[in-house]
């Protein structure tokens, strides 16, 4: 043992590891330094787990101030970071950086104040998202956005993939539900941005801040919109003999001017799945289902199921079931939030993509997108968010048979390109991460990717925080010029500073 010599690198590695985390230790005490590698390896990856780094150091601050001193160290010492919430990520957002720090925000998990009078709750960023309505529903109110994910994934992380939901169609994304921030920036200056108020005048940084992909900030504070439940919810499963026609009915409904609260659809390999893992009493004779929520004052709703019914049945529906109860309206949704897991069952792993394209490209899109399944000798299961055009394709693969994970990934590059292809976009909000990295110039020129550097160098001059995600190229902040501020000016004037 005392002839073996470690390599140079990793020498340098623990020496730097044991120096930042010596530091970081009188930051955060106690047990909020992680730095050996069995310790980490719970860190390794997000909810991309195709793609594992061990971090160099893991540290838990607890406080805003404990965020404010480790970032200002990070930037003096010229140290990355890579800030992370839950680790649901499905892009590889929060995928370490072998020189660089990984931030945990997981014991920011306060509800620090509910106001009923102005509809809206302050939280941590590391509170659940289905803990916010759990927190208020006893008062008849309830926090719109709900990921499948939402009984894991934290509020901060939504805040950073600006992430959606079953009920966003109608009421919006993460970034429709936000009314205030509080962000520590990488020199360990704390910002307010916005508050309990709806609209702040001055520069839209908040709409700037939600979905950066903590490229920008560290999200210590969350002031989010709770909206009253409505007097009415009932859901509609109608079956379709294809995924094309479902595709259509969803198109009509739209176009007939009713917003539904929720509008999901699922093929039959999904339907399948979700009805073995569930059992929430889905029909198992059609290709697609959709699952349509209607919502507002009792009248309302009944007129509309009778529509909504209508239309389907012109697109060929051969199966229409109207929910009876508050029960069966759950139920039907039970199914489709255990999509993802409920896949998993049939598959030793499978590769969720996020796309988004106009509605009317529905039936061509999931027409193409069974001619590069059979392309790839790959099986695909669509689940998604069918009133926004928010596809969430589950590629299936094995990933210990030898060139599947490269399939399954060249699978899902083509599905991405053809969602910008017809008019669509890489992400809806799973964000771009490492996952889309590359494909970035499909969407942008080079000359709008260099003004997106622009702004993150205004905010993180030597691109510390979470470097190399999102951008294919990323130039040095010298490379593409500062913006020029007279005399005087101060950058972004309107955020309080602490």
Avoid at 265 to 290: R, S, W
Avoid at 393 to 403: E, K, M, Q, S
Wanted: charged letters at 20%; glycine letters at 10%.
């Amino acid at each position: 043992m005392s002839n073996l010599v470690m390599p140079a690198p990793d020498r340098e590695i623990l020496s730097r590891r044991r120096e930042i985390a010596r530091h970081l230790r009188t930051i955060v005490p106690g047990e909020g330094v992680i730095d050996t590698a069995d310790e980490m390896r719970a860190y390794e990856s997000d909810g991309l787990t195709a793609y594992k780094q061990l971090p160099m150091v893991v540290v838990l601050p607890s406080t805003t101030h404990e965020v404010s001193q480790v970032l200002e160290y990070c930037h003096d010492e010229g140290i990355k970071v890579v800030p992370r919430g839950a680790g649901t990520s499905l892009s590889g957002g929060a995928l370490p950086l072998e020189d660089g720090i990984l931030l945990g925000m997981a014991k920011f998990s306060q509800v620090l104040e509910i106001d009923y009078a102005n509809r809206c709750a302050v939280v941590q960023p590391g509170v659940t998202n289905l803990a916010i309505t759990q927190a208020v529903q006893h008062e008849g109110f309830y926090y719109a956005p709900d990921p499948s994910s939402q009984i894991a994934c934290t509020i901060g992380g939504n805040v950073a993939e600006n992430s959606g939901g079953v009920h966003c169609l109608k009421y919006g994304l993460t970034t429709n539900n936000i009314l205030g921030l509080e962000v520590v920036l990488i020199t360990g200056e704390v910002v307010r941005i916005g508050g309990k108020h709806l609209d702040s005048e001055g520069y839209d940084l908040m709409g700037l801040m939600i979905g950066s992909e903590g490229l920008l900030g560290v999200v210590t504070e969350v002031t989010v919109r709770v909206l009253k439940a409505p007097e009415t919810a009932r859901a509609i499963l109608v079956g379709f003999p294809s995924s094309e026609a479902g595709g259509k009915c969803v198109a009509d409904i739209i176009s007939a001017g009713i917003i539904p609260g929720g509008m999901e659809m699922m093929d039959k390999l999904a339907i399948h799945a979700a009805e073995e893992f569930v059992q929430a009493g889905y029909p198992l004779d059609v290709e697609a289902l959709l699952i349509i929520e209607l919502d507002g004052p009792e009248a309302e709703v009944d007129h509309l199921i009778t529509r909504v019914s209508g239309i389907a049945k012109d697109n060929g529906a051969v199966s229409v079931r109207v929910s009876e109860t508050e029960d069966e309206r759950l139920s039907f949704w039970a199914g489709r939030k255990a999509a993802f897991p409920a896949v998993g069952r049939i598959s030793p792993d499978y590769y969720c993509m996020d796309g988004t394209i106009p509605r009317h490209q529905l039936p061509k899109v999931l027409a193409r997108m069974s001619e590069l399944a059979t392309q790839h000798e790959l099986r695909v299961a669509n689940v998604f968010h069918a009133g926004d055009g928010n596809l969430h394709p589950l590629i299936l693969y094995d990933a210990n048979v030898p060139g599947e994970l490269e399939r399954a990934e060249e699978f899902g590059a083509d599905i991405l390109r053809l969602c910008v292809e017809v008019g669509g976009v890489l992400t809806g909000e799973h964000g771009v991460g490492v996952e889309k990295r590359d494909l970035m110039g499909t969407m942008f020129s080079e000359t709008d990717l260099e003004h997106q550097q622009r702004v993150k160098c205004a905010f993180d001059d030597k691109g510390l925080l979470n470097p190399g995600k999102v951008f294919p190229t990323l130039h040095r902040c010298a490379e593409l010029g500062r913006m020029h501020i007279h005399k005087g000016q101060v950058p972004f004037p309107d955020i309080p500073r602490f």
